[in-house]
């Protein structure tokens, strides 16, 4: 009975403890979401007086919203672009770490090295390299770089724990029955890691395109959305910003339903496949 009333308190306190981390992690985006939705006269905080369409209008017709298209639109390419590399780079490192070689080791703590670097060191250091090799620094060259070498360990990890778990002697079996290489990984290997490569795109994505510290320094004249965000609140706080929040926000949880939704579709497809 003391051994049944110890663990429905453990229950109980990991709980709270795992309510108390959502609400630490979703509270401030559900705030940015209600003040979004605040009357003509609200202001940035609470009270919200009175609920309106009113700054989601304001933010269409304004000039701000023309300020932010241009950053939000280098923002996605620029987390596009770093989504197709790191899975095509993680894809590869997990595979190679497969199987031994010399300085495996160090091989695996290479790749990790973009995530034990505060951000804000990588960013400068690897600004001041790009000037004294004479590079200038935009968001799709010197940007582009610094982000792909900090989704990269997340996503390499991802993949890794994929192929940890992945049976070789099913591609031993297809490639005994004479099926080449590619024809291995394109029919048994890749249906099996599929939701790992899903995972590590949206890694990829989502750690890109809110990057600011690594950004700040490496990408140039022409900033990304992160950067232009930061550089309204140093004017002014205004509920547009929240406005502005909140869509990018239903944007990326909209992506990601598109991707969970046609992965459903795809398992589902497979599942209902006739075997030969």
């Not at 933010?59 to 919203?65: G, I, N, P, T, V």
């Not at 997990?94 to 300085?103: H, S, V």
Request: glycine share 10%; net charge positive.
């Amino acid at each position: 009975m003391h051994w049944k009333t110890r663990s429905r308190l453990t229950s109980w306190l990991l709980g709270i403890v795992t309510i108390g981390f959502l609400l630490f992690q979703w509270l401030p985006m559900f705030t940015m979401f209600l003040l979004s939705f605040a009357g003509e006269n609200g202001g940035t905080t609470f009270p919200m007086n009175g609920v309106s369409l009113h700054w989601y209008r304001k933010l269409w017709e304004a000039d701000l919203f023309d300020d932010f298209k241009p950053p939000m639109l280098r923002s996605f390419l620029l987390a596009l672009g770093c989504s197709v590399t790191t899975v095509v780079l993680s894809v590869t490192a997990a595979q190679a770490m497969r199987g031994r070689f010399i300085g495996s080791g160090a091989y695996f703590y290479l790749l990790l090295l973009g995530l034990m670097a505060p951000g804000i060191l990588v960013g400068f250091g690897f600004a001041i390299l790009t000037r004294l090799l004479g590079i200038e620094g935009a968001w799709n060259t010197t940007a582009y770089v610094v982000h792909v070498s900090w989704a990269l360990p997340f996503g390499f990890m991802t993949m890794l724990a994929v192929f940890n778990r992945f049976d070789p002697r099913l591609e031993e079996a297809a490639l005994t029955l004479g099926a080449t290489r590619v024809t291995a990984f394109r029919r048994i290997t890749w249906p099996i890691i599929l939701p790992g490569v899903i995972g590590t795109a949206l890694f990829g994505f989502s750690l890109s395109y809110d990057e600011y510290a690594r950004t700040l320094f490496t990408a140039g004249s022409d900033g990304t959305l992160p950067l232009a965000v930061m550089a309204q609140l140093d004017r002014q706080l205004t509920p547009e910003l929240y406005a502005i929040g909140t869509v990018t926000t239903v944007m990326s949880l909209v992506a990601i339903f598109l991707c969970t939704f046609a992965f459903w579709l795809r398992s589902r497809a497979l599942r209902g496949r006739p075997s030969h």
